[in-house]
């Protein structure tokens, strides 16, 4: 069974520049997170999803950073303009929250750089 | 305010010999524990859990113990392998909770290195 998948891997860019990050969730789950590490504040997340809907987008750091759903299969994280301290790992995971107890199944991240 | 707390960043255990790492939070709302490990270049992956109706829950090598009084929890590994090395991530979440916008969202502390050495 495929995992969570997100691409790319790196993304280096300069700043003022709009980046894309993408996430295939695992089939069948409904819940959908979007979560940044940073050495300053470690795991944190930005926003989730529910069968597509946004619930919480707290986590949000600025007006510059948006999230989409639009269909079960695809979420984009978009930061445009970007700016050096976006300079993260940006994780996506998911779950089914209809069984109890589901534990969270993350992708391997994106790492962005930006200069 | 970083509600789940690990305040040990890092960890060094001698193979064989038993890895001890802690957790403290500090909503009591929290019911569902969760550990995850984390290899470099590479997403955290679930390792073991624990509900709040628990103490103790076993999965081989891993134990992870709660002490809801005292708000704490921590994971055993025993032995310790080199294999083990790795960043381990405390969560928790508060899966009775009725409002729909905390509902099952984890809330993470900022991780332990383990390092086991031969």
């Known amino acids: 069974d495929a995992g969570v998948i997100q691409s790319p891997r790196h993304e280096v860019t300069e700043m003022g520049q709009e980046v894309t990050l993408r996430c295939k969730p695992i089939s069948g789950h409904d819940y959908l997170f979007w979560y940044r590490q940073t050495m300053m504040r470690g795991l944190e997340l930005l926003i989730y999803f529910n069968n597509n809907v946004p619930i919480d987008d707290s986590g949000m750091p600025e007006d510059r950073f948006s999230a989409k759903m639009p269909n079960a299969s695809f979420s984009t994280l978009k930061i445009q303009p970007s700016e050096p301290r976006d300079s993260a790992v940006y994780f996506c995971a998911s779950n089914n929250q209809g069984l109890a107890n589901q534990p969270q199944h993350f992708g391997d991240g994106t790492r962005l750089s930006i200069l | 305010d970083q509600q789940v707390k690990q305040n040990s960043p890092s960890l060094s255990v001698q193979e064989g010999r038993i890895s001890i790492l802690n957790c403290d939070y500090t909503n009591s709302m929290f019911d569902y524990f969760l550990w995850y490990k984390k290899y470099p270049a590479e997403g955290p992956t679930f390792l073991i859990s624990?509900?709040?109706?628990?103490d103790k829950n076993e999965d081989g090598r891993f134990t992870v113990f709660l002490n809801k009084s005292a708000k704490h929890l921590s994971l055993h590994i025993v032995p310790s392998q080199p294999g083990d090395s790795a960043v381990y991530f405390c969560a928790a979440s508060a899966q009775g909770y009725g409002r729909g916008s905390t509902l099952g969202r984890l809330y993470f502390g900022r991780g332990t290195q383990l390092t086991v050495w031969p």
């Open positions: 624990i509900s709040s109706i628990k």
